[in-house]
């Protein structure tokens, strides 16, 4: 089911009953065994593989400025000491 229709794998074991990480283990053994078996991608495949690396490559790239964003606004909005609050509500 996970070969054919490339399901995730995580899916199939569940309608199986079965714990994804076996499941995952024997599709990782099969495509082992049959490695030289699997025909090559089609020009559409191809395309298709091209265009989610490079959407993959931007998202990381958002990823980072995000961090980096978040982190520079943690840097200057943090909450004032325990200290200074105390001082102001007595």
């Known amino acids: 089911m996970v070969i054919e ?12 009953g079965i714990n994804d990480g ?12 049959h490695a030289g078996e ?5 020009v559409n495949e191809r395309a ?3 265009e989610l690396e490079r959407e ?4 990381k790239m958002e990823l980072e400025f995000l961090k980096k964003a978040a982190a520079y606004a943690g840097d200057r909005c943090q909450a004032p000491a325990a200290s200074s ?3 102001i509500f007595r």
């Open 5 to 16: 229709t490339s399901r995730p794998i995580a899916r199939v074991a569940k309608e199986l």
């Open 22 to 33: 076996t499941l995952g283990n024997w599709v990782s053994a099969y495509r082992r065994e």
């Open 38 to 42: 699997e025909p090559p991608l089609t």
């Open 48 to 50: 298709r593989l091209r």
């Open 56 to 59: 993959t490559r931007e998202q």
């Open 85 to 87: 609050v105390s001082r």
